[in-house]
């Protein structure tokens, strides 16, 4: 009885907000290729849903074989990075919420 006096009371209609679409948070690339990277990027943080790095190295793959070598690709959650990549193939997405996704190209 003391515990739900202490609680915040919510107002009507007050939700938490998650997001089950792809949102790209800064992209530097041709269309075709950011359509690409979306697609895979979502396919593969859905096939390996339990499993980041899986989902890191199926992008990296699928990017190499459609776009030639030296991709990378980092999917997790709460991490920060700076890398120096080449121009028009960087792309900064968050899916499902809280899972973050960074793929770009690197020689």
Avoid at 29 to 57: F, G, I, P, W
Wanted: net charge negative.
């Amino acid at each position: 009885m003391g515990d739900a006096q202490n609680e915040p009371k919510k107002e009507e209609g007050e939700k938490k907000v998650l997001h089950t679409y792809a949102l790209v948070r800064f992209c530097d690339m041709v269309e075709e290729m950011r359509t690409e990277a979306m697609d895979l990027s979502a396919n593969a943080c859905e096939k390996h849903s339990t499993n980041n790095e899986s989902a890191a190295k199926m992008i990296k793959e699928n990017m190499d074989k459609k776009f030639g070598p030296s991709w990378h690709a980092i999917v997790g959650e709460g991490y920060g990075f700076e890398i120096s990549y080449e121009v028009k193939h960087l792309m900064y997405m968050y899916f499902g919420g809280n899972l973050a996704i960074c793929v770009w190209k690197c020689s």
